[in-house]
Every structure is written in structure tokens, then in C-alpha cells.
């Protein structure tokens, strides 16, 4: 099935700085990928999806990119702020490209005041 | 709109007991989902319900069972809890596939 990596698993970094996050994915069939925040006692919630018939989406300080032939995806956050502090995940629609999401492990980012 | 809402927030069970996990949206989405969070390990999905009337296995099916009882109602099951099942339960749905999924607040379901 498929299968997400997601690195690095905590990141720190000082407030105004960028911060990014990369997963890879293992099913050339996925065309969905979502990620997520999660802050301490929550459920997650989406900050940004692409699908693969696009390389590149922004959202205000927020972007991801896609690569498919690689099949590697990242997440940039710039000009980080103390709010951005949170649990992020990755995703991958699954085997096939099935609704079923496969979630990366998570990274811990903490921005530094 | 209240969103996601899950039913307990905490839980304690003893080794064999049974119990349901409750989930409810009113957003009037078609899919629903329940994943389980255990540390270091991301979200796991149990089950899903593409629609009313149909479910299907995730990625770690075995120990639970779900009812989608209508649209807006989707039941997690233990029945015969064990340690293993020590984990944060959420809930989740979306308009249809491939969409943006709304998560509840999760319950923290402890076995001893």
C-alpha cells in the first residue's frame, strides 16, 4: 500500500524565519495531498491541499510544492510565528489513489520569539 | 454549526469490556472517518464511510467495528477492549472524497 516518510520529525526555528517540511510518498496512483496543523489538544486541520495536476499552491505564508516524478511534497512557511508552534502532518490519498488518506508520522515545529 | 462532535472526551476501560465511540456532523457530508493517534505514529485510519449505507476497512481494521447509523452519525466499537487499543480516537468527515476533512476534538480512550 502506500506508504508516506515525513522529515524531519521536530524543527525549530527562530521567529521570522522559514520553515520547511518534506514528505515522499511510495504509490504513483496518489493525486491528493493534504496537510495538516494540529495544536496541542485538538483534532488537526487543513492549512493547505494540492492535487497533481498542479506543481505549486500559496496560500498568504504558506505554499507547497509538488514534484511527481519524484514523488516528493513539501510545505514552506515563511516569515514564522510563535502561532505557527504545532504538529504538522502530511498525507497521501491512498493505494491506487483511493479516498483513504495515509498520513505521515508528524514534525513538531516550534518557532522561537 | 457545532462541526464534529465526539462522544466521550476521555474513556477508561478494563481489558474484554466493550464500548461505542459516538461521532456526529451537521455539515450534511457525505464521507466520515475514524482514525486513531498513537505517539510517533501519525493518524491511522480505521474505518471510512464513503456514503450513507456503506463502509469500509483503513489501514487498521482488526478489534473494532462501525455503524453508519445515518448521514450525520458514525459509531466506532470496541468489543473486547485491549491494552493495544490505548490510543486518541478522532472522528472526520467530508463533503465527498478528495476533500478537505473536518476533524472532531477526539477522545483519549485509556485500556488497563
Known amino acids: 500500500g502506500e506508504n508516506v516518510e515525513q522529515h524531519p520529525s521536530t524543527l525549530s526555528v527562530q521567529e521570522g524565519d522559514s520553515a520547511v517540511i518534506k514528505c515522499t510518498y511510495s504509490?504513483?496512483?496518489?493525486?491528493?495531498f493534504p496537510w495538516y496543523k494540529q495544536e496541542l489538544g485538538k483534532g488537526p486541520q487543513l492549512i493547505i491541499d494540492?492535487?497533481?495536476?498542479?506543481g505549486e499552491k500559496k496560500d498568504q505564508r504558506i505554499a507547497v510544492t509538488l514534484n511527481k516524478t519524484a514523488k516528493h511534497f513539501s510545505l514552506h512557511i515563511t516569515e514564522t510565528q510563535p502561532e505557527d508552534s504545532a504538529v504538522y502532518f502530511c498525507?497521501?490519498?491512498?493505494?491506487?489513489?483511493?479516498?483513504?488518506?495515509?498520513f505521515g508520522k508528524g514534525t513538531k515545529l516550534t518557532v522561537n520569539p | 454549526n457545532a462541526g464534529v462532535t465526539q462522544t466521550p472526551k476521555f474513556q477508561v476501560l478494563k481489558t474484554g469490556q466493550s464500548m461505542t465511540l459516538q461521532c456526529a456532523q451537521d455539515?450534511?457530508?457525505?464521507?466520515m472517518y475514524w482514525y486513531r493517534q498513537d505517539p510517533g505514529m501519525g493518524l491511522r485510519l480505521i474505518y471510512y464511510?464513503?456514503?450513507?449505507?456503506?463502509?469500509d476497512k483503513g489501514e487498521v481494521p482488526n478489534g473494532y467495528n462501525v455503524s453508519r447509523l445515518n448521514k450525520r452519525e458514525f459509531s466506532l466499537r470496541l468489543e473486547s477492549a485491549a491494552p493495544s487499543q490505548t490510543s486518541v480516537y478522532f472522528c472526520?468527515?467530508?463533503?465527498?472524497?478528495?476533500?478537505?476533512?473536518?476533524f472532531g476534538p477526539g477522545t483519549r480512550l485509556t485500556v488497563l
Open positions: 472526520a468527515s467530508s463533503p465527498s472524497s478528495f476533500n478537505e476533512q473536518f
Open positions: 504509490d504513483s496512483a496518489s493525486n491528493y
Open positions: 494540492i492535487r497533481s495536476n498542479v
Open positions: 498525507a497521501a490519498s491512498g493505494k491506487g489513489g483511493s479516498e483513504k488518506l495515509v
Open positions: 455539515m450534511n457530508h457525505n464521507s
Open positions: 464511510s464513503a456514503s450513507e449505507g456503506t463502509t
